[in-house]
């Protein structure tokens, strides 16, 4: 997995580049947060490893800052010198990882390491299995579409029918030919795929 160590503190960088390359992660390693949020979009995903307290991040609107423009695409596990539990509740509410006060505990940090590529690997799984879905949905005919939006509630092939101005038997036929497209077993089924689509909304 790539880390990104962002730590201005040159001693606990270095400690930390040699404690996760020699658990087989691939670290690069920035002095400055906006140096890094600068470029947090255009490398690849990872897990950050920030000191909660760099001097260039040191407002709370700063600290935001990383945590916006990163969390999307990284987990980010925070590093800090002795604070309050409120800190870490608040960094914790706002995506973080997992909060670690210095000196960290060696066993603790790879856990949470762990633990984020995990989370990242299921982040490309889900964005692999969406990708795959819009495919699917694509086959679908404007027609298709309005019956499944049609029937979004769990509504009858009749009630259906009602909302768009068909017969039953005929909103029947296409539910028949969106099972056949997106493969699923039920028409409930085909429900929920739509759904995490967000393809239900007209």
């Known amino acids: 997995m790539r880390i990104y160590i962002v730590e201005a503190d040159e001693s606990v960088r270095a400690t930390l580049k040699q404690l996760l390359e020699d658990t087989d992660h691939e670290v690069e390693w920035y002095k400055s947060g906006r140096n890094f949020v600068r470029k947090s979009r255009k490398v690849p995903p990872g897990c950050i490893v920030a000191d909660k307290n760099l001097p260039d991040l040191q407002a709370s609107h700063a600290q935001c800052e ?20 409120c800190d870490a509740v608040a960094a914790m509410r706002a995506g973080v990882l997992d909060f670690f006060e210095l000196p960290y505990r060696r ?36 027609r298709e579409l309005s019956v499944l939006r049609a029937s979004k509630d769990g509504e009858s092939s009749k009630i259906a029918a009602y909302k768009l101005g068909l017969s039953p038997r005929t909103v029947e036929m296409y539910r028949s030919r969106i099972l056949q497209k997106l493969k699923v077993p039920s028409f409930s089924a085909a429900l929920v795929k739509a759904q995490a689509a967000r393809l239900l909304h007209s």
């Open 107 to 142: 066993a603790e940090l790879l856990d949470a390491i762990t633990r984020a590529q995990l989370r990242l690997e299921e982040r490309v799984a889900e964005k692999r299995e969406d990708a795959k879905n819009l495919q699917l949905f694509g086959k679908l005919t404007k």
């Open 66 to 85: 990383l945590l916006q423009e990163c969390k999307d695409r990284h987990e980010v596990i925070l590093l800090s010198r002795p604070c309050d539990v």
